[in-house]
């Protein structure tokens, strides 16, 4: 059963980079992709009926972590509160501006919220990949699992750049969305920024991988994951580059669940790793809920899970037309 739930928190966590990935590109492009009022408009607007319903994923990944693994979450919200308080205050922000920037006819306050929505859209996937990394590459966690480190332990060097890595994603993600929903203007500004993007990203997410196996992960040879992530990413460069947007979608988000999914496989059995001692790692059996608890989870996940996939489908089948430059 541990095996098992951290399986789902890291579907889960998946899941919401993988949808919510998309919606911080937008956020981070509309006021380059939408040169005018018209515009900006358009490319929020592709973004709109989903992006509250993508957070949910946020929400129970967090619950589950909670429910299936109290001493990882204690041990996790404690040690990066700062940053947890940073990123709840971006999806605020983030959230009221998406639904805000339009309630006035003032060009003085779409901007202030414009920049909000850029801001915010930019701090959360760098926080995010921040502290996935820190999960598997290490803090000062003591025998009692408690962190003892200062803020400045949760930005070692690989976690920064997988923040980075994260960031960059979300971007090509997002220039690569918009090129499925909108058209005109917006769409040629959205081509000509994911042909920009692809390449960098291309580097940042072959460097992380990579990194994330040497400094997390064991043995030479890379995983079936890693391997999977570094050809998605590739063929998203390539896509991009013929301009296959609807395939070149399909590589970016699995190239986004790629890099999730080798954090937590190479994690795996840890939750959380101490950089003071190996003895006091948080793993599956140590940080659990009791078998009980787990057992009524299960049912729970069971029943309810399905629920939200087919409603989620349902909203995204319904939304599933572009963005028409008319409609903006």
């Given amino acids: 059963m541990t095996t098992f739930w ?13 949808l919510e990935g998309f919606d911080f590109g937008v956020g981070a492009l509309h006021g380059v992709v939408g040169k005018d009022d018209t515009g900006r408009r358009q490319v929020l607007n592709t973004i709109g009926p989903v992006w509250d319903g993508n957070e949910v994923w946020l929400i129970v990944a967090g619950a589950s972590m909670f429910a299936a693994f109290p001493s990882w979450y204690a041990t996790a919200f404690s040690g990066l509160y700062l940053a947890l308080v940073l990123l709840l205050i ?24 414009s920049i909000t929505l850029i801001a915010s859209s930019l701090l959360l996937p ?3 990949g921040v502290a996935l990394a820190d999960f598997g590459y290490g803090l000062p966690i003591d025998a ?6 200062n803020f400045w332990d949760l930005l070692p060097f690989y976690s920064v ?9 979300t971007l090509l993600h997002g220039a690569v969305f918009l090129n499925t929903k909108t ?28 990194w994330t196996h040497a400094a997390v992960g064991s ?7 890693e391997l999977a992530t570094l050809v998605a990413v590739l063929a998203a460069v390539w896509l ?8 070149a979608f399909v590589a970016t988000a699995t190239t986004v669940a790629g890099m999730v999914l080798s954090i937590f496989t190479n994690l795996y059995p840890n939750v959380m790793v101490s950089s003071l001692d190996t003895a006091n790692n948080l793993t599956i059996s140590n940080a659990s809920s009791a078998p009980y608890s787990l057992k009524i989870m299960t049912v729970v996940l069971v029943v309810i899970f399905p629920v939200v996939l087919i409603y989620q489908a349902w909203a995204y089948r319904v939304f599933r037309r572009p963005m028409s430059t008319s409609q903006g």
């Fill in 90 to 113: 971006a999806l605020i922000l983030r959230g009221v501006a998406i639904e805000y920037r339009q309630k006035r006819d003032s060009a003085r306050w779409r901007r202030l919220w």
């Fill in 126 to 128: 760098f926080l995010i």
């Fill in 240 to 247: 991009v580059m013929v301009r296959s947007w609807g395939w």
């Fill in 161 to 169: 750049v997988t923040g980075i890595a994260f960031l960059a994603m």
């Fill in 219 to 225: 043995g030479f040879l890379l995983s079936i994951v």
């Fill in 144 to 149: 009692n699992q408690e962190f003892v480190g």
């Fill in 183 to 210: 058209d005109g203007d917006p769409q040629i500004r959205a081509a000509r920024l994911a042909r920009v993007l692809a390449p960098v990203t291309a580097i940042l997410v072959v460097v992380m991988v990579v």
């Fill in 6 to 18: 951290f399986f789902v928190i890291a579907v889960l966590w998946t899941g919401f980079m993988v």
